[in-house]
């Protein structure tokens, strides 16, 4: 009996099927109900991937499992009253997971911050060809450099912009975009072998194993949008167009940049949810709430407008820093130096914003063409969205602050984070444009767009329920040791 009870401490199948204990007054689920009011996704009987879990379960088992497992092996009379779960409980990934995303997203954004610094140093159009894996080897000998120059030296931006740099100078930026492109196969090997991993051994769910399959496929993507965004860099064609400038499509500049940021937003996110879940599996609070607060006090309707809010405003800081990817790709930072007017004034005149020139179309119908390709419109735009987002998180703070008694405390400090953050940004922006782009500025800048998407993800992340694997194990948590404790 001794070890068939602790086998059902241990693992929730085998408590569904040993059941010789006593009494059961409170199931799990019943807790869990109370506590949330919303249903757990529990499973129904024992599938196999639980079964197969069983040993996992064993080998993970959770800091107050083991607490527990101990005090439970002194107390006998315990054992012979203590419930057990009346089915199996959902995988709760364990801390290592969220580790290790947190981990990626790190990754990431050292690339985003390696990119712009590539871009900045126009060291992106050094490499002229795209080897997925002999091109982690760069040139050994002085032969190999010499033939990696001429193929630069073919390139428009050799012919048009570099000619005069001689070998050493074409190693630095060739280095530079080496360097970005090491770190992304680099990301690719730290993200897919411990999802396999993690995903073999179950110690994910099946729906977040497919999530994160989804972002190692955003991953191999990326690698091959870059090269893409690198492509239009090289093109000939460049050569025949006058006054044309050797730069990668601005298109490409910002679905790339775009994709890096969706990529860092799943890492980052998912990991942070996965750490404080964990957390409030093992008895934590949940955002400064206790485990029979945050329900009641998320569905408060003021509570739930403040997060449409917050789910609005992150959208528009990935859509003003989607504008930032224009502006870079288009050097439009390179005129109206000058902050809060345009030449003298608050905008540009209308024919220069929605310049004819700009049109492709001889009745002049695809004027819009001056929101994404005119430097003038492009850097007005991303003031517009810029001053928009840091009056939304203004707004947003202010909220938060009238809010605070109804608020998870959490959220209000988050809010408070994200407002920081963003009043850093606009003052970097603002420097980078009065300074003329500097490398050092720019780059920090583009740093600092990643910082207030983060703050903003953890705003969100502050607003939401834990999971249901995560409730469920906290419910068996308060069970066995609230429960213990009573006795
Ligand atoms: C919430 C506010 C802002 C966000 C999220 C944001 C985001 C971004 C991003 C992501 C880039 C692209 C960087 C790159 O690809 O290298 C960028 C570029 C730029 N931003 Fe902002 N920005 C903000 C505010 C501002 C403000 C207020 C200004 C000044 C008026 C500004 C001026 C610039 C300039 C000049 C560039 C081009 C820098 C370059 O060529 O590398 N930004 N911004």
Redesign the pocket.
């Known amino acids: 009996m001794f070890s068939s009870l602790l086998g059902a401490f241990r693992s929730p199948c085998n408590a569904v099927r040993s059941t010789p204990l006593r009494s059961v007054n409170i199931s799990t689920r019943s807790i869990s109900n109370s506590l949330t009011r919303t249903r757990p996704n529990w499973n129904s009987g024992c599938p196999l991937h639980l079964r197969s879990q069983q040993k996992s379960l064993l080998a993970y088992r959770l800091p107050w499992q083991r607490r527990a497992s101990h005090n439970l092996a002194l107390n006998k009379r315990f054992f012979s009253q203590a419930p057990p779960p009346s089915e199996p409980l959902p995988i709760l990934p364990p801390k290592s997971v969220g580790i290790w995303l947190m981990v990626s997203s790190t990754l990431v954004f050292a690339i985003i911050v390696v990119g712009?610094v590539t871009?900045?140093t126009e060291s992106g159009l050094s490499i002229t060809e795209w080897k997925p894996i002999t091109g982690v080897i760069p040139p050994l000998t002085e032969r190999e450099w010499e033939e990696e120059f001429n193929k630069y030296k073919a390139t428009p931006e050799f012919k048009l912009l570099n000619h005069s740099i001689g070998l050493d100078d074409f190693k630095r930026i060739f280095y530079m975009e080496w360097g970005h492109r090491v770190l992304g196969r680099l990301i690719g090997v730290v993200f897919v072998a411990p999802l396999a991993y993690f995903a073999v051994k179950k110690r994910i769910s099946g729906s977040l194993a497919a999530k994160l399959g989804g972002l190692a496929l955003l991953i191999g993507a990326q690698g091959a949008l870059g090269w893409y965004m690198v492509k239009s860099g090289l093109d000939d064609k460049l050569m025949e167009t006058p006054g044309a400038v050797p730069r990668v499509s601005q298109y490409r500049l910002a679905a790339h940049?775009g994709m890096a940021f969706l990529l860092y937003a799943g890492m980052f996110g998912t990991g942070l949810a996965t750490i404080k879940e964990w957390k409030f599996a093992n008895g934590g609070n949940w955002m400064g709430l206790s485990s029979s607060a945050f329900g009641e006090a998320l569905s408060k309707l003021p509570v739930r407008a403040f997060k449409a809010r917050a789910w609005t405003l992150t959208g528009l800081?990935f859509l003003?820093?989607l504008s930032?990817?224009f502006?870079?790709g288009l050097?439009a930072?390179l005129l109206y130096n000058e902050?809060p007017l345009m030449g003298g004034r608050l905008a540009p005149p209308r024919d220069e914003l929605m310049s004819p020139a700009y049109a492709q179309k001889p009745d002049g119908s695809d004027k819009w063409r001056n929101i994404f390709e005119n430097p003038t419109t492009v850097q007005f735009d991303?003031?517009v969205l810029?001053i928009t987002?840091?009056l939304g998180t203004t707004l947003l703070f202010l909220r938060a602050r009238a809010l605070r008694q109804v608020l998870p405390p959490l959220t209000v400090r988050a809010t408070t984070v994200a407002f920081a953050m963003?009043n850093v940004?606009?003052a970097l922006?603002?420097s980078?444009?009065l300074y003329l782009?500097p490398v050092p500025l720019?780059a920090a800048?583009?740093a600092g767009?990643v910082a207030?998407l983060s703050a903003m993800i953890h705003v969100l992340l502050t607003l939401r329920r834990p999971g249901a694997a995560a409730q469920a194990w906290r419910a068996l948590y308060n069970q066995r040791v609230h429960g213990a404790s009573k006795k």
Request: proline share 0%; no cysteine; hydrophobic share 50%.
């Open positions: 712009g871009r900045l940049l800081v003003t820093a930032g990817a502006v870079a050097d930072g902050f991303h003031r810029a987002t840091y963003v940004q606009l922006g603002i980078t444009l782009v720019a800048h583009q767009s207030v």
